[in-house]
């Protein structure tokens, strides 16, 4: 399994970016997909994820509710997480994860 993201940069406040991770190597529409993030001297945390199978569910974290939308191209095997309204709290490294895989993070960067 491999899970490659990318669409980080740097954006001023108020902004937007489309982190996308493309993933191969697994039945991709059958798993739950997640966005995770790590800010410097924190810990990882759960930022969105998407339900695999027919139902597509989604859950946010409260900060990131109305701002953020995660969604799924299983023709593609590409999650996406639209960020809209972006803070300079919401600076982190952005990371793809299923199962036991991790991707390699993409850096988001959210100044002035």
């Known amino acids: 399994v491999q899970l490659v993201e990318s669409g980080g940069g740097l954006v001023q406040p108020g902004g937007s970016l489309r982190l996308s991770c493309a993933a191969s190597g697994l039945i991709f529409s059958l798993y739950t997909m997640n966005w995770y993030r790590q800010a410097p001297g924190n810990e990882r945390e759960l930022v969105a994820y998407?339900?695999?199978?027919?139902?597509?569910?989604?859950y946010y974290t409260n900060s990131v509710k109305g701002r953020f939308t995660i969604s799924r191209d299983n023709a593609n095997s590409t999650v996406y997480l639209q960020m809209n309204s972006l803070k300079s709290e919401d600076t982190a490294v952005y990371y793809c994860?299923?199962?036991?895989?991790w991707g390699q993070g993409t850096q988001v960067t959210v100044s002035s």
């Open positions: 994860q299923t199962g036991m895989k």
């Open positions: 998407i339900t695999g199978g027919d139902s597509s569910s989604t």
